[in-house]
């Protein structure tokens, strides 16, 4: 089968170059915190219609996954190593949550619930980076919890893109360290990112176009290099910091899907 190398005839050079610069920044924050790299990525939606610029940001997230779980191996968990602050139970919890998502986008006011969680994500982010240690409420994951909230984490990956959400507030509550952190919540996305990109392939195989794989060529050599300087700054951070800078990015997430939500919102209510 013959490839054309076919670039949107909406992107401009100009548009392309900014393009790059949003996804190269998406690189560095997600290789910096682990998650994140759809909150940044997402202001390409003002560049790229969202059947193409949506399977583009799950398909160089998962390159990003997985480079960065390559690099910082010695820190992830097996597979095969059950308990609570394995991986394992919140992927079971979040492949079984990822379709009564997609069911829900279809029978809710999808735009009214992404303004309230992204709302709420932003408070909740600001909260945690203003208060006092001792202010901290301290949980105890075990397996039920785990398998909870990444059937939580599913759900709302299914109408907000962004799964990762209740495993990093889940993970801050429990006050695990930078690693344990990021060898729950990477494997977490990397798998939620494959699983809708099969979905995806399956109910709308149109979404890889020659546009998108064109994208995908021409991205990937800018996305890489980036994730990598990310995970360099991160291996220099202290605990403290990348707690901060998890939560920046929560909040940074949450605007993103408020900004959404409002905008969704605005395109169903006719104009007065």
Partial sequence: MEFNFALPPELSLASTVLLALILAASGVM???????????????????????????????????????????????????QAGP?????YLIGG??????????LAILPVPTLMTGFGGFLMAYAAYSIAKPNSAWLKVTPNTRSSLVVGGVGGVLGGFTAFPGAPVVMWAGLAQLSKEEIRSIVQPY?????????????????????????SLLLLLLPVV????????????????????RIAFFMLGSSGLGIFVKGVHAVKTLVPAI
């Avoid at 940044?40 to 390159?63: E, F, K, Y």
């Avoid at 602050?85 to 139970?89: A, D, E, K, L």
């Avoid at 990397?190 to 709308?204: C, D, E, G, P, R």
């Fill in 85 to 89: 602050n394995s991986p394992v139970p």
């Fill in 95 to 104: 492949v079984i949550g990822v379709p009564v998502g997609l069911w829900l």
């Fill in 30 to 80: 997600s290789g910096l915190s682990g998650f994140g790299f759809s909150a940044i990525g997402a202001i390409s939606l003002s560049l790229l219609s969202p059947m193409l610029a949506i399977p583009l940001l799950m398909a160089l997230s998962t390159a990003n996954q997985l480079l960065s779980i390559g690099q910082l191996r010695a820190d992830m968990k097996p597979l095969r």
């Fill in 189 to 213: 996305i990397l798998t939620m990112q494959i699983f809708s990109l099969l979905l995806l392939a399956v109910f709308h195989p149109a979404s890889f176009s020659a546009e998108f794989w």
């Fill in 224 to 243: 890489l290099p980036c994730t990598l300087l990310g995970i360099t700054i991160y291996k220099k951070l202290s605990a403290v910091n990348f707690r």
